[in-house]
């Protein structure tokens, strides 16, 4: 076990090569990297200096990067947008809406999509084989197909204005399913059996064993769900109506006018649906690394 | 009888027994564990599913008052001849060939280099994932305002700034680039993603192996080629599945870039306009099965390509 300890400094030390190759190596890979990350970034800078400017001055030719004229008060107007008809603080009502229906669905899918995946990586059954295979090509299916029959379905059980619409299809998906079986399959089955032996129930090895050498993978699906959930656009328009039960998303298509967009306002919202995301990978991808070595030491 | 099973249940002593009702344990904690899985995946999946399928051979019309009949095979006859939707499987089968492999490659690669230690390695990845958090219906709207030939940063940067074009290009317009710039958005906005998983699949590989094989001699390609490839294997398989499934099914880009311009439809938006614009809910059902099956072909392709090399 105390050879998985420090895994990703031995990993580095084994893929080393000598000294002056590894040095032109280095300069090399920061060069690639900092141009990749230009390249990703760049929009968003784009974007984020745009926050600033006046609609005209977004539009007009030839394009600046940065405001001629910073207008500060972008960002509180933004923040205090008013709508007809909707309660006075929409804005952060929005962004409350979005964060705790991305909570909830991230906790939901954490949880089942990992019992599922353990029944299929560990335990055997009939049909275990057809039902995964089944589970899979549901994946084929076309949002097209399921967007009317679903609605018409929501809408007998009488969930239109509710959450639950969102909610309930994301509780579990078949893709964190596939991801988290994947993994479970890598991981050794001796730890397992070795404390079933010893008398732990199913239960105690899923949540003492799996799970935390799954953590890269749970990370990952979290990310994943958190930022599905943060951006989904059709289930959010399709069944809340009423402005303050909307999230970002849709929100921001009140900024959307009919001739003219409110860029500035655009911008902004999309800043505030951008940062979140980055900050749980930022914070969390820390644990991401350590995931596997301290797995390897509680075993 | 009952009595029996009870008290054999009860004698531990009995081997056999005591496996048998092992067994039937486990197959009702598997069936336990998949019970939410399955009640969600019937009301999301397959109830529409089925549905669709039904509608495929009548001639239903959306928000109509007239009686839906039965057609038979009419819709799927006119499928065949329906030269848009076979145009419409070609734009998507390119758009798809093109993001997937692009992603796949350039992912590998940044998946490879930020799982290595180096300084500053938690900013470079989490800037990465920039394009990835922004919502797709935004992300385009942004990149269609840096495409247009006017006022966009493309052309100002090409034509102004290096000289290197000499007049403007309407980048989304002209037939010649529209597939290529509705492209470069997707591999630009999902690699990301395609690192994240790859780089998951990286970390779970012990590193002992290396140590090994470097004690051994093996060089660094070789290492690659015959450790991490194989080692890969489950998180690229998730990754192809996954991307590619999304690829075929592309809406919001090329909503958000052409409408619904008869030369850049995707097999998604073929559909949705015979069912909103055209009202003609019988034969988009059938277009949407028709989609089903063509993504279904490549899981089956997929599925089976990575079970026979696992043999």
Known sequence: MATTLDTNKSAAQATAAPPWSARAGTALRYLVLFALGLLFFMPFIISFFSTFKTTNEILSWPPTIFPQEWRWSNWSETWNT??????????????????????????AQLFFCSLAAYAFARLQFPGRDIIFAF?????????????????????????????????VPSLVTPFGIFL???????IPKELEEAALIDGASRFRTYWSIILPMARPALITLGILSFQGSWNNFTGPLLFL?????????????FFKGQYVNDWPKLMIGTMFNAIPVLILFFVFSRYYVEGQASAGVKG | MSQDVIASGKAKANANDDAGSFERSKRRLAWLLLLPTLAVVAVVALYPLAQTIYQSFTNARLASTQPTEFVGLENYQYLLKDSGFGKSIITTLVFTLITVGFEFVLGLAIALVINSNFKGRGVIRAAMLVPWAIPTVIAAQMWKWMYNDVYGVINDFFVDKTGLLNEPVAWIAKASTSLASVAAVDIWKTTPFVALLLLAGLQV????????????????LQQFWSLTLPLLKPAILVTLIFRTLDALRVFDVFFVFFGARPDTQTMAIYAQQNIVNFSDLGYGATISVAIFLIIAIFVVIYVTAFKVEEA
């Open chain 1, 135 to 167: 589970m899979l090509g549901t994946m084929a299916i076309p949002s097209v197909v399921t967007l009317i029959p679903g609605y018409v379905f929501f809408a007998k059980l009488k969930w239109i204005n509710t959450y639950w619409p969102i909610i």
């Open chain 1, 180 to 186: 988290l079986t994947q993994f479970f399959k890598t």
């Open chain 2, 205 to 220: 590989i012990p590193s002992d192996i290396y140590e090994a094989a470097k004690v051994d001699g093996a060089s660094r």
């Open chain 1, 241 to 253: 109506r009423k402005p303050d039960l909307m999230t970002l998303t849709v929100g921001l298509n």
């Open chain 1, 82 to 107: 008013t709508i007809p008809g909707a309660s006075s603080n929409i804005f952060p009502r929005w962004l409350f809406n979005s964060i705790w229906l991305a909570l909830v669905v991230v906790v």
